[in-house]
């Protein structure tokens, strides 16, 4: 069962899954992540590099390196890129639509109340509303 777990968050991590979060007891862990796409990606390009580098000794011909770079682009730089767009609109979403998105203690990059150290979701806040603090007018939207 472990293993599968590990081979389903390998092929998240691949494939830039959209499954926007996880719920355990009651609490919010979002899948996709500023640091899940940075991971995809290097995974990507490692995979292709690796199987390039194999591709090309192979066929012992170097001059086709550039194929290499195209398949950088297409399946890793290009996906990863429109996955952080995704990411962006969501975070974006949570900060309008939460109490959290306005409160001095969340972080947009992680999607995570710095205070309680737990994930924030349209529909869970840790604090329920107790801690919040308003952020002030010069603080960064993200
Ligand atoms: S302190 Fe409360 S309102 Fe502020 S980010 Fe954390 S959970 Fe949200």
């Not at 991590?13 to 009651?26: C, K, P, S, T």
Request: charged residues 25%; hydrophobic residues 45%.
């Amino acid at each position: 069962m472990l293993e599968m777990d590990i081979i389903n968050r390998l092929l998240d991590l691949l494939m830039f899954r959209l499954g926007v979060e996880e719920n355990y007891d009651g609490k919010v862990t979002p899948i996709v992540t500023t640091g899940s796409i940075v991971w995809g990606i290097l995974l990507r390009s490692a995979i292709i590099l690796f199987f390039s580098f194999i591709v090309m000794e192979l066929i012992e011909n170097r001059k086709y390196w550039w194929i290499s770079l195209l398949f950088l682009w297409l399946f890793a730089a290009y996906p990863g890129w429109k996955q952080y767009q995704f990411f962006k609109k969501k975070i974006q979403d949570v900060e309008e639509s939460t109490l959290c998105g306005k409160c001095v203690h969340f972080d947009s990059t992680s999607q995570l109340c710095k205070l309680y150290d737990e994930h924030v979701a349209e529909g869970y806040i840790p604090c329920e509303g107790v801690d919040w603090e308003p952020k002030s007018e010069n603080e960064d939207v993200y």
